[in-house]
């Protein structure tokens, strides 16, 4: 039963076959039993209870919709209220919103059971879980191996089985990495697409709220609950939700798939490139149309990235001081002393790098040749995928160049650390909907991830082709040993 | 002795009249319980965003279009970013290099002639919070109820040259902010306050010199005095050889001095950046218009209007224009009434005022309201009650409800105006003057005064002044 998708929990509580209690139930020991991956920060097996027979009741009155009673996990900087919300940071250890986020609420309105709180990179800020303050998750498939981040606790939690369906964000890659390296789907939406109010912001500009999940199909479900317009995030976008679910099962052929010189280069593994090649082929025997575009401006990202969002960063975890909230130092005798040792005690040390290198690039005299120019460079990687898009319907190419890498070989080295990013962070950094869906494994046996980049505002076209793309191959089906 | 010229640009935060924050849906009324009006976005919780203040926006273009000056259609928030206690997000959001008002200007009236003072930008911002330091034994407590209150910076040029310009140019900005209805401009409640940057050059000289800025004076009086005793301080300073630093000064009311507070090297770098949960503000043309539409007539239009539709002089009219509801109160009056309109204007700048200014009151809170003011100036215009007896009247009507005719019949107010009552009088008062009368005819002018004074006294100052006038010169000759 725990091994299941969302949607076949759904037809099976529908039927009767078993309860949300007794799913709920059966995750949570399930959970408890697997608490060496370190996926969780927080179990809430007694709301989660609550919630489930909540559920139930209403699927017993026929009024459940297809979301019910299915459980999910949130990672944890999604504000939840009475449920403390860490962000992965000692800073925020103790810190219990009095409010809801958006996402959250609308899944929760969605009749979605929540069982916890997931480990995740510090603020957000890391590609292997392993800047956490609560240890780092590890990789079902592999114990030894991060599960990517900075959503790995989720995607730790729905590859072991914990849960079908968990929340995670992207900033840079933040959903569909870690959905790669651990064999899942996760989507990334346009900019703007899931409002951001009481997800705890990173880089305000780069942050969107998205899904892992076993299937697209699962993915179209979840984020058709979770998105449209919020008047409390004035990013949000006020544009009609499509009907995700609904274009699924259009065929795909005549579909013109864009395949960028620079996603295949000899950065990439063999393995993970051969793949690659291979999910090519599945999609050209449907009936897509491969057809070569350039990104000429791609290698910017990177750089680009790593100036703009540490910059947005450095501000926005400035209200982190000890002051109204979160941590505060013990002993001090003036203000200045007490902002320097909350936050150094607070904060992890790649936060803290972030945030130096975020304020540095905001000075005065660097601001110009740094976060400027890292705008323009923002403009031209969007235009590049506007000409690109004039040629194709999507493009696609491999979410990351390896796949899980052992748990501390990166992480004295940041350099290589954000490289994990190279393929990911220019859809952020364009608004553009992306998602990563399993693609086959290397010898080791560790899954490989297929990138999917879709025009602005059209999440339906990647969805669509990545669940045609699942009827034609069996990738996302497969289990780690271990949790089946 | 080198002759010293002041220069002098003030920089003003006025409280915009909305019903809630900048960028929440929190009330911003004042004297609430501490943080009582602190939503999760006025203390930055986690995960909070901010969202505009539409009404912000529309007060922020009507004072744009009141003072003549460029509204921008596209302006851009900004993170001005420090740590502060009181600064819950660790930045402010501002407007820094898209302000939406740009270059405007305001005239003020000097005793050598009006001068024109121009406004370089004014742009929308939030307001802190406020530290607490009483009753926390030792430590410091946080006020946020005014944090994230709607701000409008208003910068000028530094065109004054004197601390009594200064004043004026205070006075003008904040009776317009009153009369637009932009602010409630009031300074006890931090609605309006002022910075002064102040520097002095060698007269004649273009550049400018070194500026301090002066912080903390929220008073008129002390605008003046704290602007005076930096210019003298300036001087000293200069004359002495020494060099003016850059640097911010507080004014401090009861020494009547003002102190170093920073120097330019403490200063911050604010690493400003555009907010990216704020997208660019754009204003259409439809939204501006609409705010155009709404706006009142310009004061300087009716001023205008006033010199020439009923010839007031220009004092008179500038006079009326002090506040919005004391011309409001001329215009209906002059609607309806029969009187000459510089006899109202003089009634209400002078008699009414006085009645206000003695109460201490509003005119909007006058006792005596435009209905029974208009009767009583009628009754004046067709000669029932001369001025003085009208003089009389109105302070009857500041302390009794009825009706203007009803106090008349009652303290028997009426002026006579019957010409063989008042013929009978003069003869009367001649007879009693034989002596005055024939000075009169041999050509001394001067005894006609004191025999109306007598026909006055004789009816107890009720008869018509006009017709006494006239009867009596008739009588004479």
């Known amino acids: 039963m725990e091994c299941r998708t969302a949607l076949e929990h759904s037809r099976a509580l529908k039927g009767k076959e078993y309860s949300s209690v007794e799913l709920t139930r059966a ?124 959503s790995g606790g989720s995607a730790a939690v729905v590859a072991a089985r914990l849960a ?49 999940a076993l299937t697209s199909e699962d993915c179209a479900y979840v984020l058709q609950a979770m998105s449209g317009f919020d008047e409390k995030d004035s990013t949000s976008i006020n544009q009609p939700v499509p009907d995700y679910a609904n274009s699924l099962s259009d065929s795909i052929a005549g579909k013109a798939v864009g395949l960028p010189k ?33 990104l000429p401006n791609s290698a910017a990202g990177i750089p680009c990235y790593y100036v703009l969002a540490p910059a947005e960063a450095s501000s926005n975890l400035a209200r982190f001081d000890g002051v109204r909230y979160g941590h505060r130092t013990f002993e001090y005798t003036d203000i200045i002393e007490m902002y320097e040792a909350t936050r150094s005690e607070g904060f992890g040390p790649e936060v803290k790098r972030r945030l130096l290198i975020g304020a540095y690039v905001l000075s005065i005299g660097y601001f110009e040749a740094y976060y400027v120019k890292a705008q323009k460079l ?46 990911t962070n220019s859809a952020n950094l364009a608004g553009l909907p992306a998602m990563s869906i399993p693609a086959g494994f290397d010898r080791q046996g560790l899954p490989i991830g297929l990138h999917l980049i879709g025009k602005y505002l059209d999440e339906t076209t990647i969805l669509n082709v990545a669940h045609q793309y699942q009827l034609n191959t069996d990738w996302h089906q497969r289990i780690p040993e271990g949790y089946a | 002795m080198m002759q010293w010229e002041p220069v002098i640009g003030l920089e003003v935060h006025v409280q915009l009249m909305t019903d809630s924050k900048l960028f929440s849906g929190a009330p911003i009324a004042y004297g609430a319980h501490a943080n009582h009006q ?39 928030f900004e993170r001005k970013n420090y740590f502060y206690p009181d600064l819950p997000k660790g930045y402010q959001i501002s407007q820094y290099k898209h302000p939406v008002v740009s270059g405007g200007s305001l005239t003020i009236e000097t005793g050598t002639g009006d001068r024109v003072i121009g406004i370089t930008r004014a742009h929308l911002e939030e307001d802190a919070g406020k530290s607490v330091h009483e009753n926390f034994h030792g430590m410091t407590g946080i006020d946020f109820n005014r944090a994230g209150t709607p701000l409008l910076e208003i910068v000028s040029e530094p065109d004054m040259r004197s601390a009594e310009e200064a004043v004026a140019y205070l006075k ?75 640097e911010t000064r507080l ?135 001369s001025g003085k007896m009208a003089k009389e009247v109105l302070m009857h009507l500041a302390n009794d409800p009825s ?14 105006t019957d010409s063989s009552e008042i013929e009978r009088v003069v003869g009367e008062v001649l007879d009693a003057n034989a002596p005055q009368v024939r000075q009169y005819r041999e050509g001394n002018q001067k005894v006609f005064g004191y025999l109306m004074g007598q026909v006055m006294k004789a009816t107890d100052g009720k008869a018509d002044p006009g017709q006494v006038n006239q009867i009596l010169r008739n009588l004479l000759e």
Not at chain 2, 302 to 326: C, G, H, I, M, W
């Open chain 1, 378 to 423: 923002r403009r031209l990687i969007a235009d590049d995928f506007s000409r690109a898009f004039e040629k194709c319907d999507v493009i696609v190419g491999p979410t990351t160049p390896t796949t899980a890498f052992p748990i501390g070989l990166k992480t004295d080295d940041p350099v290589q650390m954000y490289l994990n990013d190279v393929f």
């Open chain 2, 172 to 246: 003008k900005l904040h009776a317009l902010v009153r009369y637009f209805e932009v602010s409630d401009g009031n300074m006890q409640e931090g609605s309006f306050r002022c910075d002064a940057n102040v520097s002095i050059r060698p007269k004649g000289n273009p550049e400018l010199g070194t500026r301090t800025e002066l912080k903390n004076i929220n008073s008129f009086r002390f605008v003046e005095k704290a602007i005076n005793f930096e210019i003298e301080r300036q001087i000293d300073v200069l004359e002495d050889g020494g060099m003016i630093i850059q």
């Open chain 2, 251 to 385: 004014y401090d009311s009861e020494r009547d001095e003002t102190r170093s507070m920073r120097s330019k090297e403490d200063a911050q770098d604010y690493r400003y950046f555009p907010d990216p949960d704020l997208p660019e503000m754009i204003l259409d043309d439809e939204f501006i218009e609409e705010v155009r539409a709404n706006l009142p007539e310009l004061p300087n239009h009716r001023k205008s209007r006033y010199e020439q539709e009923f010839s007031l002089s220009p004092p008179v009219a500038e006079k009326l224009l002090r506040d919005r509801d004391t011309a409001d109160f001329f215009e209906r009056v002059c609607e309806r009434s029969r009187s000459d309109p510089k006899t109202i204007a003089n009634w209400i700048n002078g008699e009414l005022t006085a009645l206000l200014n003695e109460r201490n009151i509003e005119i909007s809170d006058s006792p005596v309201d435009s209905d029974r003011f208009t009767a009583l100036l009628d009754h004046m215009a067709d000669k029932t009650l």
């Open chain 1, 262 to 294: 620079e996603f295949f280069t000899d950065g990439v593994d063999e393995e993970v490139a051969e793949a690659i090649r291979e999910s090519i082929s599945v999609l050209e025997g449907l009936g897509a149309r491969m057809v070569e575009i350039d």
């Open chain 2, 38 to 76: 602190a939503c999760p976005v006025s203390i930055a919780l986690p995960g909070v965003l901010p969202v505009m203040n539409l009404e912000a926006a529309r007060l922020a273009v009507r004072f744009g279009l009141a003072i003549g000056a460029k509204v921008e259609k596209r302006s851009v």
């Open chain 1, 27 to 150: 995750l949570l020991e399930h959970s408890q039993s697997c608490a060496d991956l370190n996926a969780f920060i927080t179990l809430t097996s007694e709301q989660a209870l609550k919630q489930a027979s909540h559920a139930d009741r209403l699927i017993a009155k026929g009024e459940g919709g297809p979301l019910t009673g299915i459980p999910l996990v949130h990672k944890d900087l999604f504000c939840t209220k009475d449920v403390r919300t860490t962000c992965g940071s000692r800073i925020l250890d103790n810190f219990i919103s009095p409010y809801d986020a958006t996402l959250v609420e609308r899944l929760q309105q969605a009749g979605m059971v929540m069982l916890g709180k997931a480990n995740m990179d510090e603020f957000a800020m890391g590609s292997s879980t392993e800047n956490s303050y609560y240890g780092p998750t590890r990789n079902p498939w592999n114990h030894e191996r991060v599960p990517g981040g900075s």
């Open chain 2, 403 to 416: 009706d203007v005719d009803a106090i008349i019949e009652s303290k028997g107010f009426r002026q006579i």
């Open chain 1, 164 to 212: 079908p369906v968990a929340t995670g964000t992207d900033t840079g890659g933040s959903i569909r990495q870690p959905a790669a390296l651990c064999g899942l789907s996760g989507i990334k939406p346009s900019y703007g697409r899931v409002s951001r109010y009481g997800m705890v912001a990173f880089a305000s500009s780069l942050d969107q709220g998205g899904i892992m």
